[in-house]
């Protein structure tokens, strides 16, 4: 009797290089199709305004400064002489500074939205409490903002929810150290986080 081939052998063997070689093809064909989906569905969302995922970044364009988001898309004009602050940027909220003037270091802030509406206006001052470490890595203070107000310096989260009373002398930021801040009034001073 001739022999016809080992596939028909007594004793069958898997040749696992190729069982291997084809769960990963149907693997890769599943994961690529989620992808597409999830690349469409994406696509819609975005269409019907509800765009997740999106990141604001400051741009200098002809001497002005305004803001981006990760889409390319021009959230903020670039009208304004000083670079925005985007203490978070996942979140549509911006520091604007008007009205500097170096001579004697004054200057107006104001925080606006992804519109270009102001959204917190109660205050003489707003300001993102920037942060470092040793390497001078810069960040700002999770959802707070430090705010001024007849001279003296209070705290707001990003809705504009009072967490300090504006009664301050000072607070500032313990320098590498996330959420934790140092407050001062009538000559004493505190640390919390």
């Given at each position: 009797?001739?022999?016809?081939?080992?596939?028909?052998?007594?004793?069958?063997?898997?040749?696992m290089k190729k069982v291997f070689?084809?769960?990963?093809?149907?693997?890769?064909?599943?994961?690529?199709?989620?992808?597409?989906?999830?690349?469409?569905?994406?696509?819609?969302?975005?269409?019907?305004?509800?765009?997740?995922?999106?990141?604001?970044?400051?741009?200098?364009d002809?001497?002005?400064?305004?803001?981006?988001?990760?889409y390319a898309e021009?959230?903020?004009?670039?009208?304004?002489?000083e670079m925005i602050v985007i203490p978070n940027p996942a979140q549509d909220i911006f520091v604007c500074t008007t009205d500097v003037d170096y001579g004697n270091g004054n200057y107006k802030t104001k925080v606006i939205n992804g519109k270009g509406k102001e959204i917190i206006k109660d205050y003489d001052k707003i300001e993102a409490i920037a942060n470092y470490d040793t390497e001078k890595n810069i960040w700002y203070e999770d959802?707070?903002?430090?705010?001024q107000k007849d001279g003296k310096y209070g705290l707001i989260n990003y809705s504009g929810k009072k967490l300090l009373e504006c009664e301050?002398?000072?607070?500032n930021p313990i320098y590498g150290i996330k959420n934790s801040l140092v407050v001062e009034k009538e000559r004493k001073i505190w640390a919390f986080r």
């Open positions: 009797m001739a022999k016809r081939g080992r596939r028909y052998d007594d004793e069958p063997k898997l040749n070689g084809v769960i990963l093809v149907f693997v890769l064909i599943i994961f690529s199709i989620i992808m597409i989906r999830n690349m469409l569905k994406n696509d819609s969302e975005r269409a019907n305004g509800k765009i997740e995922n999106v990141y604001y970044y400051a741009i200098y002809n001497g002005k400064w305004g803001v981006m988001n990760s021009i959230v903020v004009k670039a009208k304004y002489d959802n707070v903002f430090r705010v301050y002398d000072s607070i």
